[in-house]
T-cell receptor
Framework: DAGITQSPRHKVTETGTPVTLRCHQTENHRYMYWYRQDPGHGLRLIHYSYGVKDTDKGEVSDGYSVSRSKTEDFLLTLESATSSQTSVYFC??????????FGPGTRLTVT | GQQLNQSPQSMFIQEGEDVSMNCTSS?????WLWYKQDPGEGPVLLIA???AGELTSNGRLTAQFGITRKDSFLNISASIPSDVGIYFC?????????????WGLGTSLAVNP
């Protein structure tokens, strides 16, 4: 395993509030990713990072921002949570060979 | 967004049977990956394939990188109850700093003991 932790593991929040999810890795992997997983949609990439302070958008980036100030941590922020952002969020890391290693996930409910 | 065509969507089999699933794409990939996801957990990498025609095994699992580089196959032999879960394929398109995977929608496997 890649030594990936996510926090919190579960969160319930209200519409309109900001939310930050944290991903922490101990493997010194260059690449980090945020996905959301919803029934019928599989894994969809939100944002990814290819180095400290280097990030790019994925296919479902609207309403999300990310930051990576050090190799170990990749933060995902929902600026103003909406019910459509209720989902399970996975962080993953990778070395660049293509292999990605996933964290345990965060279940977010927006009421 | 771009997706791989993964089939079948679901399978219900008897313990001891062999299982086959596959992924196809209109794009050429440099790497094919197969993952398994158990309920409530993150996907776990099963097999990685890096060369066209490559055949790789991991215990009872065998995967192949299609010769056209547009498809991949996963076989599970002599299935057991702990094989239950969702299996995902993913392909890597290399482009500069881009190391994004393209994903299939998964094959849900149920095993009847």
């Amino acid at each position: 395993d890649a030594g990936i932790t996510q926090s919190p593991r579960h969160k319930v929040t209200e519409t309109g509030t900001p939310v930050t999810l944290r991903c922490h890795q101990t493997e010194n992997h260059r690449y980090m990713y945020w996905y959301r997983q919803d029934p019928g949609h599989g894994l969809r990439l939100i944002h990814y990072s290819y180095g400290v302070k280097d990030t790019d958008k994925g296919e479902v980036s609207d309403g999300y921002s990310v930051s990576r100030s050090k190799t170990e941590d990749f933060l995902l922020t929902l600026e103003s949570a909406t019910s459509s952002q209720t989902s399970v969020y996975f962080c993953a890391t990778g070395t660049g060979t293509g292999e990605q290693y996933f964290g345990p996930g965060t279940r977010l409910t927006v009421t | 967004g771009q997706q791989l065509n993964q089939s079948p969507q679901s399978m219900f089999i008897q313990e001891g049977e062999d299982v086959s699933m596959n992924c196809t794409s209109s794009s050429i990939f440099n790497t094919w990956l197969w993952y398994k996801q158990d309920p409530g957990e993150g996907p776990v990498l099963l097999i990685a394939l890096y060369k066209a025609g490559e055949l790789t095994s991991n215990g009872r699992l065998t995967a192949q990188f299609g010769i056209t580089r547009k498809d991949s196959f996963l076989n599970i032999s002599a299935s057991i109850p702990s094989d239950v879960g969702i299996y995902f394929c993913a392909g890597l398109l290399n482009a500069g700093n881009n190391r994004k995977l393209i994903w299939g929608l998964g094959t849900s496997l149920a095993v009847n003991p």
